[in-house]
């Protein structure tokens, strides 16, 4: 069974960094592309970042670009997102995402439950 | 970027059809996805690539797309589809997936 189980979430100041972890089970990690997408509260989904099945290639929104940090370690079944410089606006539950294939430009067909994150003074 | 168009809500009786919307300039060009989000529960993807649908999504779920929109299509609507529905394509300037703003299935 496919599991994608998020860590890291919490209350932060604006400006402070924190970092997302998510740990994929069930599956062969490294042949999966993979993406955080995140929900603010009452609010739609939102596609963040996406990061190709060997890390080669990354992509952020231009919301969080120069912000937020993807990066994977296939060996250990895990993905991250370092998030520095958090604005209020930037609240939200955070899912990790894999693609129904190796890139991120593909379907998302497994979601974990979410972490949430809440930037707030 | 990419604007995906969708009704804030569409109201359907159990048995009937619903349709619900999404809206994009020439998204008949574009490969269409959809998620259904139930009340506080994680998203799941019920068609992708327009009109396939994963393992265990029944077959009263149907897509299509054409000119500048893509339908999401529930015959037999039953109390339980109840959710939020998102259509979600990939924006081909920045390669970046897009999400349309998602509409709320009320069965009456």
């Known amino acids: 069974e496919v599991q994608l189980v998020e860590s890291g979430g919490g209350v932060i100041r604006p400006g402070g960094s924190l970092r997302l972890s998510c740990a994929g089970s069930?599956?062969?990690?490294?042949?999966?592309?993979m993406s955080w997408v995140r929900q603010a509260p009452g609010k739609g989904l939102e596609w963040v970042s996406g990061i190709k099945w060997n890390g080669g290639s990354t992509h952020y929104a231009d919301s969080v670009k120069g912000r937020f940090t993807i990066s994977r370690d296939n060996a250990k079944n895990s993905l991250s997102l370092q998030m520095n410089s958090l604005r209020v606006e930037d609240t939200a539950l955070y899912y990790c995402?894999?693609?129904?294939?190796?890139?991120?430009?593909?379907?998302?067909?497994?979601w974990g439950r979410g972490t949430l994150v809440t930037v707030s003074s | 970027s990419y604007v995906l168009t969708q009704p804030p809500s569409v109201s359907v009786a159990p048995g009937k059809t619903a349709r619900i919307t999404c809206g994009g300039n020439?998204?008949?060009?574009?490969?269409v996805h959809w998620y259904q989000q139930k009340a506080g529960q994680a998203p799941i993807l019920i068609i992708y690539f327009e009109s396939d649908r994963p393992s265990g999504i029944p077959e009263r779920f149907s897509g299509s797309n054409s000119g500048n929109t893509a339908t999401l299509t529930i015959t037999r609507v039953e109390v339980g589809d109840e959710a939020d529905y998102y259509c979600q394509v990939l924006d081909s300037n920045s390669d970046h997936p897009v999400f349309g703003g998602g509409t709320k299935l009320t069965v009456l």
């Open positions: 020439n998204i008949g060009s574009k490969s």
């Open positions: 995402a894999r693609a129904n294939g190796s890139l991120t430009t593909l379907p998302v067909d497994y």
């Open positions: 069930g599956f062969t990690f490294g042949d999966y592309g």
